[in-house]
């Protein structure tokens, strides 16, 4: 495996094992955040979302959690 797709692959990594509280704190002040889901990794709500788990939170909550995961440097820069 050369270097690039050795980097590109630690990048992935680190994304999905990402937890919803570690994200900017000004991003979690929002009303709508789902703190509960705080300890989750962006691969366990995926996987929720999945598998239609809604036990630990509500469908809504766990596609708001995904979407601050996923866009949250965007989110910061529009701040």
Same mark, same amino acid.
């Given at each position: 495996m050369d270097e690039s797709a050795a980097a590109a692959l630690r990048k992935a990594i680190a994304d999905q094992s990402m937890k919803l509280g570690e994200i900017p704190a000004s991003l979690q002040r929002v009303s709508s955040f789902p703190? /509960?889901? /705080?300890?989750?990794s962006r691969f366990e709500i995926q996987r929720m979302l999945e598998r239609k788990d809604f036990a630990v939170a509500t469908k809504k909550e766990l596609q708001t959690a995904l979407k601050l995961l996923k866009e949250y440097k965007r989110l910061m820069q529009q701040n």
């Open positions: 703190a /509960k889901l /705080k300890d989750f």
